[in-house]
């Protein structure tokens, strides 16, 4: 019997015992164990910890106010070896809750500022109610007693995000719900205490450790849907609304975009499900997209390890202010990029960058808020070896860039310019760089030694950096020190 036949059999006995979400006084730690868990070494101190965390969410999706009406069961250990305290959470709807500092460029409002947010209607940590503070983008909850080292931990939430008129990676455009990091996420807790998020004009201000998904959605009928993961129940209902069930495993975030009219191409191949999704407007060639899809995954899978999720999907959406952005086991991009006269190789560009990032921040996690060079110089520079493995071009052969001081966060960069120049045309030149030290071949190993090390994990410049030396068997200090300067930040 295959896979899928055990997940159907385990949600038909859940939602049986009708104990689905929302389920009072319960310990149910019982989805965790039933879902098939990845071989993946036992790390010590990974707090939540992959395997262990399941996050169950129930979603309401109310169209005329733009609200989505959720129910949260989180279940996890206290894997820290510390007696906790608080715990913290990302709620990224709330950085939308003013003019002066959203993310979002001032035009994508094409309906004049109106705000987003988060707020909760009930919070309950191990059964009883907590108290909890907002700072900024991250939540803080209070529980009544002390969580002990090894002890489970449940949190169930009720809340409602309002979702703003707004052509953004967060808000509604045309009919479409674009829902990146919608919900209250559980941040990472390590040696360095609490990876906690802050507002931040620019980047991808996330942190966040693999978890499970079990995922409830109730849309109107004339509405479909993209997500993380997979679908596997879609039930309508006689009220012209219709309930779709989705499960992932083992991914960074959850996504998803609600639309209405779209259009799907969709293709098995290598063993994937790969499906691409746009406006029904759109008259673009999707079957390309598609087609350059495969072969860019194909591309990434032979050179750093397999894609381990069963499909992979791009959604084209109204976006502004930037033109890809990456999710587990989706990506959005703009739909500008579709537009008769696009530029096409910046378009493949674009495509390939968010595709690698399913290996660098989705794969192989990281601090995006205080290491953003590590996904995005990857992204970047896999890219560029893709379209030149595909054109002959000769980007490789370059002379790698002015070198840059990659050890800086977010809130240390004066722009988005910076931003970019650091993070990306910095993060990049660095691997062009090392490649002319060690060769294509050495590289490549040392990608994928850190694949495989830090694999459903989180990797930190020390652990790059210590990879390196490692495969290339001669002391990099020198070029080490010629990319990270810490003293002057
Ligand atoms: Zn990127």
């Not at 008259?283 to 390309?288: K, T, V, Y």
């Not at 860019?296 to 499909?311: M, R, V």
């Not at 691997?431 to 850190?450: A, C, M, P, S, T």
């Amino acid at each position: 019997m295959g896979r899928k036949f055990w997940i159907i059999a385990i949600l038909v006995v859940l939602i049986c015992s009708g104990y689905f979400f929302w389920s009072g006084n319960e310990p149910s730690t019982q989805v965790a164990a039933t879902l098939p868990a990845y071989n993946q070494p036992e790390v010590p101190s990974v707090f939540p910890e992959p395997g262990k965390t399941l996050y169950r969410m129930s979603l309401y999706l109310d169209i005329n106010t733009r609200t989505l009406h959720g129910t949260t069961v989180l279940t996890t250990s206290n894997t820290t070896g510390q007696v906790l305290s608080e715990l913290w959470f990302t709620i990224y709807p709330d950085a939308f809750r003013n003019s002066k500092s959203t993310p979002a460029p001032a035009a994508a409002y094409y309906a004049g500022f109106e705000p987003g947010g988060i707020e909760f209607e009930e919070v309950l940590v191990n059964y009883k109610a907590v108290d909890y503070i907002k700072e900024g983008v991250s939540l803080q909850l209070t529980p009544t007693e002390e969580i002990l080292p090894g002890q489970d931990i449940t949190v169930q939430m009720k809340w409602k995000a309002y979702i703003p008129r707004l052509s953004y990676r967060y808000g509604y455009k045309d009919g479409v719900f674009m829902l990146g990091h919608f919900y209250p996420a559980l941040n990472v807790y390590d040696e360095q205490g609490w990876r906690n998020s802050y507002d931040s004009a620019f980047g991808d201000p996330f942190c966040f450790n693999c978890a499970d998904y079990l995922v409830r959605l109730n849309i109107p009928e004339a509405y479909s849907m993209v997500s993380t993961g997979s679908v596997v129940e879609t039930i309508a209902e006689d009220t012209g609304r219709q309930f779709i069930t989705v499960i992932a495993e083992n991914v960074r975030d959850f996504a998803m975009v609600i639309a209405h009219q779209y259009q799907v191409r969709e293709e098995q191949q290598l063993g994937y499900t790969f499906s691409v999704h746009a406006p029904n407007q759109v008259q673009a060639e999707l079957d390309a997209v598609l087609q350059e899809t495969i072969d860019i995954l194909d591309f990434f899978s032979c050179t750093w390890g397999s894609y381990p999720y069963p499909e992979f999907k791009v959604v084209f959406v109204p976006m502004q202010g930037f033109r890809g952005m990456e999710y587990s086991g989706v990506v959005f991009l703009s739909q500008d990029l579709l537009r008769p006269g696009a530029d096409r190789t910046h378009t493949r560009f674009l495509l390939a960058h968010e595709v690698a990032h399913q290996w660098w921040y989705g794969l192989v996690g990281n601090d995006q808020v205080r290491e953003p060079w590590l996904d995005e110089g990857l992204a970047s520079w896999g890219a560029y070896k893709y379209l030149n493995q595909q054109d002959q071009t000769s980007k490789g052969s370059k002379a790698a860039g002015a070198e840059t001081n990659l050890a800086r966060e977010l809130k240390d960069m004066y722009s988005r310019d910076d931003y970019y120049s650091t993070a990306y045309t910095g993060g990049e030149s660095f691997w062009w760089g090392l490649e002319q030290e060690l060769g294509e071949e050495k590289v490549k190993q040392v990608l994928r030694r850190y694949l495989a090390n830090y694999r459903f994990q989180i990797a930190t410049t020390e652990d790059l950096l210590r990879v390196i030396q490692q495969e290339a068997h001669r002391d990099m200090q020198d070029y080490f020190n010629r990319w990270f300067n810490y003293e002057n930040e």
